[in-house]
């Protein structure tokens, strides 16, 4: 089970970047994943997450909704994390994970035990 982020970069306020998170030696569509970051000095956070069930719900922290659009890409097996209108504090190493289960997801949580978790893509929001 591999996971395998990438799209990070430096951008500046407003501007725009699209991270891919591609999945190796498992079906991506039967797990719950998520995009989580952690800025330095400061705890991991959960981004946006979505459940693996059919019409799965979608989780977005509040900073977030509205500016970051997350989707599957199922013909590649990939997840995507769209994030438009981006500031200073979305500045971090953004990470995707997935779990089969001890998760939960809901439009106001996403929680869990997402152990399987791919190597970090750095995002600078910076003038």
């Known amino acids: 089970v591999q996971l395998q982020a990438s799209g990070g970069g430096l951008v500046q306020p407003g501007g725009s970047l699209r991270l891919s998170c591609a999945a190796s030696?498992?079906?991506?569509?039967?797990?719950?994943v998520g995009w989580f970051r952690q800025a330095p000095g400061k705890e991991r956070e959960a981004v946006s997450c979505v459940s693996s069930f059919s019409g799965g719900v979608t989780f977005y922290r509040d900073s977030v909704k509205g500016r970051f659009t997350m989707s599957r890409d199922k013909g590649k097996n990939m997840i995507v994390l769209q994030m438009n209108s981006l500031n200073v504090d979305d500045t971090a190493v953004y990470y995707c994970?997935?779990?089969?289960?001890?998760?939960?997801?809901?439009?106001?949580?996403?929680?869990?035990?997402?152990?399987?978790r791919g190597q970090g893509t750095q995002v600078t929001v910076s003038s």
């Open positions: 994970a997935a779990a089969l289960r001890r998760v939960v997801i809901t439009t106001t949580t996403c929680s869990g035990d997402f152990s399987s």
């Open positions: 030696g498992f079906d991506l569509d039967s797990y719950h």
